[in-house]
């Protein structure tokens, strides 16, 4: 993912937060893959500079079911987060 990629993550969370400070935040709710996100993030880490000496790899467990009802931009930015930081902390 590309640093503007990135800022416009962080952007879009502070905007989140005052939605959710005024209580007017929406949700796009629609099926969504879970794999297919993961999959899609951890490839966009691997093509950073940063991130290219390290083996990333996504395990999802088989009881995961394959869709789930949810904001998909929202769940991508919670996931990136996650990585984001395991990877800081790791």
Do not use: C, G
């Not at 503007?4 to 937060?17: E, G, P, R």
């Not at 400070?21 to 099926?31: G, T, V």
């Not at 088989?62 to 996931?79: G, H, Q, S």
């Amino acid at each position: 993912m590309k640093n503007a990629q990135q800022l416009l993550y962080i952007i879009k969370d502070i905007l989140d937060f005052n939605l959710i400070r005024k209580d007017s935040l929406k949700l796009l709710l629609a099926p969504v893959k879970i794999r297919d996100i993961a999959s899609e993030l951890v490839e966009n880490f691997r093509t950073q500079k940063f991130f290219r000496k390290l083996d990333i790899i996504s395990e999802i467990d088989d009881d995961v079911p394959e869709f789930v009802v949810t904001d998909r931009e929202r769940l991508k930015r919670i996931i990136w987060h996650l990585m984001t930081n395991a990877i800081k902390y790791t």
